[in-house]
């Protein structure tokens, strides 16, 4: 029962660590990169030029991260509402990013510096991991709403209206945002890429405590046991 508890908790922590080191990554490579302006390009579109490998890798990995932490998600969530189907989106969601990773952004007038209007066009690539930006963010609204309906079945009422209302309302305000903000946009899209990723940690850290409080608990519950009585010999 100890090695699944570690085991569980060493997947949860993969959670933890996921949202913050890919936001490191992406923002010290979106503030240091020649040519990436914040208030008008997309961070996908650091794939792109001879340093796009560093957010391809930061992609693969976090997806891999995503991916590891939505199984310790399974073995917390066991049983009721959205046990299954949660976890599952959260996989999804990862894939969706190590997709994303695989694959490279088409370069766009400007950037990676030099690109011109007749070397910007639409590559088949270009297309899939733009599309799976989109694909992971539904994924992860879709793994937020299924979960809200587990912590609501636990009772936990404000975690429930957390993740299946405050979460999706929030996001979808910042695209609405997105699609009408005129001039600079770098703080729009620092919310952007930051709001997925602070609902995952949130997530994995409080499944984190969850699970070490039930951890502390059961090695109590151990330690309060009757020990068994030494057995002695028969009288001859």
């Avoid at 794939?47 to 693969?60: E, R």
């Avoid at 959205?82 to 996989?91: F, I, Q, S, Y």
């Avoid at 894939?95 to 088409?106: K, N, Q």
């Amino acid at each position: 029962m100890t090695k699944q508890m570690l085991s569980t908790r060493a997947l949860l922590a993969c959670g933890v660590v996921a949202g913050p080191l890919y936001l490191m990554v992406t923002m010290a490579q979106a503030l240091t990169r020649d040519g990436f302006d914040l208030r008008q390009h997309r961070f996908s579109w650091l794939t792109v030029g001879d340093l796009g490998w560093i957010h391809q890798s930061n992609m693969v990995l976090v997806g891999v991260l995503t991916v590891l932490f939505a199984i310790g998600v399974r073995q917390v969530l066991r049983t009721r509402r959205g046990a299954v189907w949660g976890p599952r989106l959260l996989v999804l969601f990862g894939a969706a990013y190590i997709i994303g990773g695989l694959l490279r952004a088409d370069p766009v007038v400007g950037f990676p510096p030099g690109t011109t209007l007749e070397m910007a066009h639409t590559t088949w690539h270009g297309a899939v991991q733009n599309a799976s930006r989109g694909a992971s963010t539904l994924f992860l609204i879709a793994a937020n709403l299924v979960i809200a309906m587990w912590f609501a079945s636990e009772g936990h009422r404000s975690w429930a209206w957390f993740y299946g209302t405050a979460f999706p309302v929030v996001l979808a305000s910042l695209t609405a945002v997105g699609f009408v903000a005129i001039g600079d946009r770098s703080a729009f899209a620092l919310a952007i890429v930051s709001t997925p990723w602070i609902v995952v940690t949130t997530l994995a850290i409080h499944l984190y405590q969850r699970e070490e409080r039930r951890r502390n608990d059961s090695r109590a519950g151990l330690g309060m046991m009757p020990r068994p009585m030494a057995e002695h010999a028969p009288p001859s």
